[in-house]
């Protein structure tokens, strides 16, 4: 069967039998290797990825299903060589040790500061709550995630102070 | 001329790792992205039974399956003499099976095929007969007379008993036992649990028929090792194999051992001439490969009435499963078990160890442990706080009247260890003043009265890591010595290559951190390699903690050969006498005259360049180095758990962890280890559990059944330190990735042994879950 689709801003398609699912077709077909696989029980979220700003785990979900959509794996997070305020911060705090769950991880905190701008560490704890990390246990994840929120807070004000200062601005 | 010194990076500076980049833009580099051309894909068809004869393999329709290229069974690896394969135990391990199944899990056949889905289409077409044999799924059953033999294989073997293993004095033990004032005895069961690292195990085998070199890409943490395994189970030349371990998805110990797995794919290969790749799925990797703990311990600890420690008596039965393949050193049959006496000075110990054979998955790993160390710092901080609980004694009181004093090291210890080096009162003492201890304890008995329960755990672990010695410590009669090379390029930057391999621990940037500390070259101008067996030097590999106490002591070794190089060049270029020299951050400069000097920068583009007659050009050299000795990290943990009486849920309230681990490199990377470790000591106390129904199927088969802590659960962590440098490692350092693991399972436990210790219960055995916590509650007339 025929996919086309949306991934990371890009028109991709492919043929594929109908029970592939999605992680192995970004895996194998588009060569996407940033999206793990971890379990076969959509219970470990390292192959999560943004299915129209959402997080989805990717095993749970097959190709031909996402026929139409807009994906967002970890290698759509970063704008060239820039980093986004989620990747920095998992550099920043040590949010990353062995990598293998930080695409998922990367990609729910995303999604969350997207949803929620200022979350608290409960909330964030909640969002992370469906992607297992054998590493860090957590601590980390959690001020990476912070971190992102304070540089996306940042970026806004600063953002806003330039449309102030423009002429003609409010 | 003055010259400025940049050395970014050195030790005890936290650094941000190196590695990141790569993993935060999801470039990393893991087993399976690993495509090369006409890369064929491999499904493993394994046992559904525990233990079974094997009547039939019928492989006809599999074989005609869309994509199939070919199917491997038992008998055709049996006419390659690769139906079996040696341990690490110095047993034997069935490849494919030939004879009979011993553990629901066990690889019977394989099937290589064009793409996964093919290959796992087709797997399910292979048609096998099974004449089903009674289970045996525990040491007590496998030392019944008439239980089923397992290994009916083995000419000799009459019984499922594998090993009797013993340490220490039994006679002065007995002796001492007899005037004791009381014995406190505690038997509990460490119970099965997997390393579950978020990237399963896999290989891809690439064998080349036109030159014969055999390069197998491998999620192993010990790829030099395994090279040489190799080489004698397939008979290959050694340089014709190169094992490259790319980056790897967590490790835990899990990915030391040799699997059927990897040997089949190479044969394959080696048969089909293109490349195959397996890699297991997760259920195949909680069934089949290495297990951690399933020990059964007995220990008694004598006492005096004042409280003091007289000696210890332990004795276990351990589960092996199917196959005697524990990765550890040669000489102990039960690992470093014999470390129980643990933190405190008694006179003397016996330790007594039996294994066995059961119908279970093979191959006890090191989960986060060095070679067997948690089960024992679990045993005697179980039995220290239940000793203390009997003797109505504060169980940190207790602890400190019997811990070894910092003036008695080296402490040579009653099963035959020597300690480098501790400092144990005194992490208590920052452990409990960072708790509140006594506060706490107040509060404890203010909230029992009120009805509450509630605990405070603590344990002061102390752990054997950094093997070797290597006349002491070998694997398959490999000395555990570990390496590294060091190759200063002319404009001062450099490469470092070590016998060890990160599976996330951040490698390349703690050791870039020693060469900046030892030769002035900052951390960012050092690239740092492992895991490829043609371009790193011999090294045994990254587990136990060794990779700092060995690999990072010859890491800094070779940099102060090369350090000694670069004193003859500066010399010459200085026109100085080598002994007027004074190195200083990255610098020689010459006595007295500190603007006369040469950086490690002018000195490597000199060593190329412009060197004296007589001297070999370059800057590089190699260091094996054998530790004379193990660290002995350290620490004391403290807990504080509520329980809801109504439901059993045990609540961590607090988690103090004050760890000890000599010299810290990187703290940041220190600290990230300890948390990860902290959590995985949660997950095994509370919810982690490979187990088996009485046929032998393995529940905790996915992660729907074997319970892995998500951040909601996972405690917050309070963590605090010492320093007490390791007095025979170049820079001091012991080691830390595992003391978490070591540590804080008995801490999380006795926390809520002391909460539950006012009802009368004195165990429970892991993980405490909420049933098993609400039983012992109604057990002791609590209805609520």
């Keep these: 069967m025929k996919v086309t689709l949306t991934v990371n801003g890009s028109d991709r398609s492919g043929d594929v039998e109908p029970r592939v699912l999605l992680v192995d077709f970004l895996r194998t077909n588009l060569r996407l290797t940033g999206t793990h696989v971890g379990c076969d029980t959509s219970s470990c979220g390292a192959c999560t990825v943004l299915i129209e700003g959402e997080p989805v785990k990717s095993c749970t979900v097959l190709a031909v299903q996402a026929t139409g959509r807009s994906i967002t794996t970890v290698e759509g997070l970063a704008q060239g060589a820039n980093l986004s305020p989620i990747q920095i911060g998992f550099h920043e705090e040590h949010g990353l040790q062995c990598g293998f769950c930080t695409p998922g991880m990367m990609l729910v905190g995303t999604s969350l500061l997207e949803r929620n701008p200022n979350p608290t560490e409960d909330e964030i704890r909640w969002a992370i709550s469906g992607n297992i990390c054998r590493c860090t246990g957590y601590m980390n994840i959690v001020k990476a995630i912070k971190h992102a929120a304070m540089l996306r807070e940042a970026a806004t004000a600063t953002t806003r102070e330039k449309a102030g200062a423009a002429p003609g601005g409010q | ?784």
């Excluded at chain 2, 094997?54 to 869309?66: F, W």
């Excluded at chain 2, 087709?122 to 044999?133: E, K």
């Design chain 2, 1 to 784: 001329m003055a010259t400025e010194v940049h050395m970014h990076g050195r030790i005890g500076e936290s650094i941000k790792r190196k590695e990141d980049g790569r993993f935060i833009r999801g470039k990393g580099n893991y087993l399976d992205d690993i495509e090369l051309p006409g890369m064929l894909h491999m499904a493993i068809l394994r046992s559904p039974h525990a233990h079974a004869r094997i009547s039939s393999v019928d492989t006809a329709a599999a074989s005609g399956m869309p994509g199939v290229i070919a199917v491997v069974t038992g008998e055709l690896m049996a006419q390659h003499k690769l139906a079996w394969m040696p341990t690490l135990s110095y047993d034997t391990q069935a490849v494919l099976a030939t004879d009979k199944v011993r553990f629901q899990g066990q690889e019977v056949a394989a099937v290589i095929a064009e793409s996964k889905y093919q290959a796992e289409d087709a797997r399910d077409a292979i048609m096998v007969d099974y004449d089903v044999l009674p289970a045996v799924i525990s040491p007590q059953q496998a030392k019944e007379a008439g239980a089923a033999l397992i290994r009916d294989d083995k000419e000799n073997q009459k019984d499922n008993h594998i090993y009797h293993w013993e340490a220490g004095d039994q006679e002065t033990t007995k002796a001492a036992f007899a005037k004791a004032d009381k014995v406190v005895r505690l038997h509990t069961f460490y119970p099965r649990c997997h390393p579950a690292p978020l990237e399963t195990c896999g290989c891809i085998a690439d064998v080349n028929g036109a030159t014969g070199k055999a390069t197998i890409y491998m999620t192993s943490q010990a790829p030099h090792a395994i090279r040489t395994v190799f080489a004698l189970v397939t008979g290959l030349p050694e340089q014709n194999i190169r094992v490259i371990s790319p980056d790897i998805g967590g490790g835990f110990g899990n990915k030391v051992p040799v699997y059927p797995g990897y040997v089949v794919a190479t044969a394959a290969s080696l048969l089909i001439g293109r490349p195959v790749k397996w890699v297991e799925d997760r259920t195949e990797n909680l069934i089949s490969t290495g297990f951690a703990r399933d020990f059964h311990m007995t220990g008694d600890l004598a006492v005096d009435k004042d409280g003091k420690m007289l000696a210890l008596r332990v004795h276990l039965d351990s589960d092996n499963g199917a196959f005697f393949a524990d990765a550890q050193p040669t000489k102990f049959k039960a690992g470093l078990f014999h470390i129980v006496t643990g933190s405190y000075d008694i006179p003397t110990a016996h330790v007594t160890a039996d294994g066995y054979y059961t119908n279970k998955a093979p191959g006890g790993v090191a989960y986060r442990c060095s070679f067997r160390v948690t089960e024992a710092s679990y045993l005697i901080e179980r039995l220290v706080t239940n000793a203390a609980i009997e003797l109505g004694m504060d169980q940190a009181e207790f602890r400190m009247k019997n811990f070894i004093q910092p003036e008695q090291f080296p402490y040579h210890s009653a099963t035959g260890w020597v300690y480098d080096s501790g400092d144990y009162p005194k992490a208590m003492n920052v452990a409990l003043e960072q708790l509140g201890y006594d506060e706490l304890r107040k509060d404890v008995k203010a909230r029992r009265k009120k009805g509450e329960v509630t605990g405070i755990g603590i344990a002061s672990f102390t752990e054997v890591v950094g093997a070797g010695h290597g006349a002491e410590f070998d694997i398959l009669g490999l000395r555990m010595f570990d390496s590294a090379e060091l190759r200063v390029h002319p404009t001062g930057k450099a490469i470092l290559r070590m016998g060890t391999k990160s599976q996330g621990q951040g490698h390349e940037t703690t050791f870039a951190q020693i060469v900046t500390e030892e030769l002035g070259i900052p951390a960012a101008d050092v690239a740092v390699e492992e895991g490829d067996t043609d371009t790193a030097p011999y090294g045994l590999g990254t587990y136990a903690s060794r990779s700092t106490p060995v690999a990072g002591a010859a890491t800094a070794m070779v940099a102060r050969k090369l350090r000694d190089k670069g004193r003859k060049i500066a010399a010459h270029l200085l026109e100085a006498a080598e002994e007027d020299l004074e190195w200083e951050s990255g610098r020689f400069y010459v006595k007295g005259s500190p603007d006369k000097a040469k950086t490690i920068q002018e000195i490597a583009f000199a060593a190329y360049t412009n060197i004296p007659d007589g001297m070999e050009a370059g800057l590089e050299g190699v260091h094996y180095y054998d530790p004379p000795n193990m660290t002995y990290p350290f620490g004391t943990y403290a807990v504080v758990i509520d329980i809801d009486k109504g439901t059993g849920q045990v609540k961590v309230r607090r988690v103090v962890a004050v760890d000890d681990c000599g010299v810290r490199i990187n703290p940041m990377i220190v600290e990230g280890q300890i948390h990860g470790g902290l959590a995985e000591g949660y997950g095994i106390a509370f919810m982690e559990l490979i187990t088996f129904d009485p046929e032998g199927n393995c529940i905790g088969s996915n992660f729907i059944d074997y319970l892995l802590p998500t951040a909601w659960e996972t405690p917050r962590f309070e963590l605090g330190e010492t320093v007490t440098p390791s007095p025979h490692h170049p820079l001091g350092a012991k080691g830390v990735g595992e003391s978490p693991t070591v540590g804080s399972p008995a801490a999380y436990v006795n926390a809520v042994m002391d909460a539950l210790a006012p009802y009368g219960v004195t165990n429970i055995d892991m993980p405490v879950t909420s049933d098993k916590v609400w039983a012992a509650l109604r057990a002791a007339g609590v209805n609520e």
